[in-house]
């Protein structure tokens, strides 16, 4: 039977990643007003006025140290974490031979690296408490190839299978570990994108267009990481739920 509150998400502690704007902000927000307490955590920390993260630390996900340190002062200040949702990304764009080495680095460095250092700091805690959920928001490029968008399709990609191996590896614990891959979402990030593009699609560069003809907001994002946290997604595990209205033709 589902809590009062039709989402089992009243009274928990969340911590979000890549909270300062965009689809973390979003997220922050949607499960604040779901009940949770939530903590953000971003390089440039901006959520302000209602629904905003009740703390929000400035923290780099590509390092371990720092991470470790916003764990651990987030369960000092709001109590045990019960959900994890790994937003914080990074996009480079350009040809694979115009590619440096820093930008390979850089975009693995948060995209994927980020969200374990993330997931295996908060996991300990919950693997004690037997409970906890996890969603990790990745991208469908990690499933459907696009050019000019090879490190950060490839960072996506790695970081959805990470997360299903450490929900295979959580779930005899009662923690449920999930992914969200949206497309295109009205966010900084897509702005460099042409909108005509993204709807229509582009023979040219083998990209389909939208079916349902219209970017996302972070709102439909943050919708479904709500779902997949809360009572109502309690036997989902190890999936990846495309919201992408419909572009990546997903069987």
């Given at each position: ?144 190839p696009r050019m000019g968008m090879a490190a950060y399709a ?7 299978m990470f997360t299903r191996c450490l929900g295979l590896e ?82």
């Amino acid at each position: 039977m589902l809590p009062p509150d039709g989402h089992g998400v009243a009274g928990k502690v969340a911590l979000v990643t890549g909270a300062g704007r965009g689809i973390g902000a979003a997220v922050a927000r949607t499960l604040s007003q779901a009940g949770a307490a939530v903590a953000g955590l971003d390089l440039s920390p901006e959520a302000h006025g209602p629904g905003s993260p009740a703390v929000c630390h400035r923290a780099d996900v590509s390092d371990p140290a720092e991470v470790e340190r916003v764990v651990d002062g987030v369960e000092r200040e709001l109590g045990p974490i019960d959900i994890l949702v790994n937003v914080a990304g990074v996009f480079r764009t350009g040809p694979v031979t115009d590619l440096t080495d820093e930008d390979w680095a850089s975009v693995f460095a948060v995209n994927t690296a980020g969200v374990f250092h993330t997931c295996r700091a908060v996991a300990k805690g919950m693997i004690a408490r037997r409970s906890g959920a996890i969603v990790t928001v990745a991208s469908n490029a990690g499933g459907v190839p696009r050019m000019g968008m090879a490190a950060y399709a490839a960072s996506k990609a790695a970081a959805v299978m990470f997360t299903r191996c450490l929900g295979l590896e959580l779930a005899e614990h009662g923690i449920r570990c999930n992914v969200v891959s949206p497309g295109s979402t009205r966010t900084a990030m897509q702005a460099t994108l042409d909108p005509h593009s993204v709807l229509d699609g582009d023979l040219a560069s083998y990209r389909n267009g939208i079916p349902l003809r219209r970017i996302a907001d972070p709102a439909d994002i943050a919708d479904v990481v709500l779902f997949l946290v809360s009572d109502r997604a309690r036997h989902i595990t190890m999936q990846d739920l495309y919201v992408d209205g419909g572009a990546a033709l997903r069987a």
